[in-house]
Every structure is written in structure tokens, then in C-alpha cells.
């Protein structure tokens, strides 16, 4: 099928580690990417490729994969990492698609 | 550096058309693609399509046939969504993002409002 399944909410305990995860077939041919958004906010690149960070983005993002699906790991989580999460990647045509989103909830 | 700037927010009566502009600047605009990503209020993330700035040519994504058109003018670095014949349900931010395997850099966001 053509689409991404995450999560709709996740929480964290401040300095603990979170795994956001996001399903979908597409992720057997191709990496998915990570996008952090806080309210009001643009999307903000976090994770692509195998596990690649954009600079400036703290080393406690990480990215990994395994059969169909993709996870965001989050290291030591911080207050300023509360924002939705989206993953990303391609269909069988090609063409992008973003999962659902997930909330990061930081406690 | 790496900026995309959009034009402003837009408030526009059912039927009617919009043009949203995002100004590239910081790099070689032909190097690299454009998408347009949507996003209603409370929403996630939509993927709209994206363009090729070399050739011009546009891939819209299912659900974003018919009405939507993007276009570009590479003497100033900007591409444009043309939205006709809106509707209610057009209402969202719309986003520009740079890239091809994945959108590094991102407009500030389109708020365009369609109601009566």
C-alpha cells in the first residue's frame, strides 16, 4: 500500500529515550526522512538517508531501519523536543508521502 | 545562506483563484527541485507535487490535479502555486521545500483562507 503509518502520540520522560516509528511497504525500497514541526513553525529536516543529520541538528536524533519500517530516536529527550514528527518517503510511483504525524509529548 | 521566502497570507471568497510566490535565494535555483506541501488546520503533512526548475516540467500528487498549477520564473528564483476555482477545503498553509530525495530547506508557510 501507498502509505505511511506513525503513531499519533508518543510521551517521553525529560532525559529519556523515545522511538517514533512509522510504517509502510514503500519503506522495504526507500529511506525515510524526519521532519520536526513546533506550532506556528515550518517543517524542520531532522534525519534522511540511512542516518544522516542535516547540521545543526543535535547528535540525540537518530534514524534507523528495519524491513518496513523507519524509526526516529530521540537520545536524552529535551523540553524543546516536544513538536509533531513526520516521516517521509516514496511510493511505488516515485512520488513523496508523509505519514500521519506523531505528537512528542516531553513529561 | 539558504532561504525560501513566501509571499503573505491570502484571504479569498470560494470561485476565486490565488497565486502563492516562494523567492529562493542563497543558491543556484536550477540545482535543485521545488515541492509544495499542504497542510489544513490541525492537519498533517500533504505532499502536493513538485516541479523540475530545469526543465519546468510539474509532477502533481493524486488529489492535486485539475486546480492546481506550478509554475516558475527562473530570472528571479521563484516558483508559484496557482490555486483556481477554490474552495472551503482549500483552506490551509502551503509550503514550499527545496529538494528531491528530501526537503532540506522550507518557506516560512502560505496561509491561504477561502470563505464567503
Known amino acids: 500500500s501507498s502509505e505511511l503509518t506513525q503513531d499519533p502520540a508518543v510521551s517521553v520522560a525529560l532525559g529519556q529515550t523515545v522511538r517514533i516509528t512509522c510504517q509502510g511497504d514503500s519503506l522495504r525500497s526507500y529511506y525515510a526522512s524526519w521532519y520536526q514541526q513546533k506550532p506556528g513553525q515550518a517543517p524542520v529536516l531532522v534525519i534522511y538517508g540511512k542516518n544522516n543529520r542535516p547540521s545543526g541538528i543535535p547528535d540525540r536524533f537518530s534514524g534507523s531501519s528495519s524491513g518496513n519500517t523507519a524509526s526516529l530516536t530521540i537520545t536524552g529527550a529535551q523540553a524543546e523536543d516536544e513538536a509533531d514528527y513526520y516521516c517521509n518517503s516514496r511510493d511505488s510511483s516515485g512520488n513523496h508521502l508523509f505519514g500521519g504525524g506523531t505528537k512528542l509529548t516531553v513529561l | 545562506q539558504v532561504q525560501l521566502v513566501q509571499s503573505g497570507s491570502e484571504l479569498k471568497k470560494p470561485g476565486a483563484s490565488v497565486k502563492v510566490s516562494c523567492k529562493a535565494s542563497?543558491?543556484?535555483?536550477?540545482?535543485?527541485?521545488m515541492n509544495w506541501v499542504r497542510q489544513a488546520p490541525g492537519q498533517g503533512l500533504e505532499w502536493m507535487g513538485w516541479?523540475?526548475?530545469?526543465?519546468?516540467?510539474?509532477t502533481y500528487a493524486q488529489g492535486f490535479t485539475g486546480r492546481f498549477v506550478f509554475s516558475l520564473d527562473t530570472s528571479v528564483s521563484t516558483a508559484y502555486l496557482q490555486i483556481s476555482s477554490l474552495k472551503a477545503e482549500d483552506t490551509a498553509v502551503y509550503y514550499c521545500a527545496r529538494g528531491s530525495s528530501n526537503f532540506d530547506y522550507w518557506g516560512q508557510g502560505t496561509l491561504v483562507t477561502v470563505s464567503s
Open positions: 516541479i523540475n526548475t530545469n526543465t519546468g516540467n510539474p
Open positions: 542563497g543558491y543556484t535555483f536550477t540545482s535543485y527541485a
